[in-house]
Nanobody, 126 residues
Framework: QVQLVESGGGLVQPGDSLRVSCAAS????????MGWFRQAPGKAREFVGG????????YYSDSVNGRFTISRDNARNTVYLQMANLKPGDTAVYYC???????????????????WGQGTQVTVSS
């Protein structure tokens, strides 16, 4: 069956870096664009960024652009979210999601995505 399993979340201090991974199985990973979303308590789910099927294109929200980097390894069916200079406002549950859209397309709307992981908590606090 389809699975997206996030790992690597945790508690870090402001200014720290952290890498979150998402391992996919049960579907043709290389044919799906991948997105990262986050949801803080009491807030709506927010698009963080995404990566195209080949990994050649990435797109980030303004709030994380320049601090976060998304990459993927199609041989390992894994997508990564590298976060740097973390801030307390980055505290949220982080979700990866898979989108069987047009090759090269990265969509920001959560409803566009076909599969979702269970999420991993990232807490930034001193």
């Amino acid at each position: 069956q389809v699975q997206l399993v996030e790992s690597g979340g945790g508690l870090v201090q402001p200014g720290d870096s952290l890498r979150v991974s998402c391992a996919a199985s049960g579907f043709p990973f290389k044919l799906f664009a991948m997105g990262w979303f986050r949801q803080a308590p009491g807030k709506a789910r927010e698009f963080v960024g995404g990566i195209s099927t080949s990994g050649g294109r990435t797109y980030y929200s303004d709030s994380v652009n320049g601090r976060f980097t998304i990459s993927r390894d199609n041989a390992r069916n894994t997508v990564y979210l590298q976060m740097a200079n973390l801030k307390p406002g980055d505290t949220a549950v982080y979700y990866c999601a898979a989108d069987r859209g047009e090759p090269g397309l990265i969509r920001r709307v959560a409803d566009s995505y076909d599969y979702w992981g269970q999420g991993t908590q990232v807490t930034v606090s001193s």
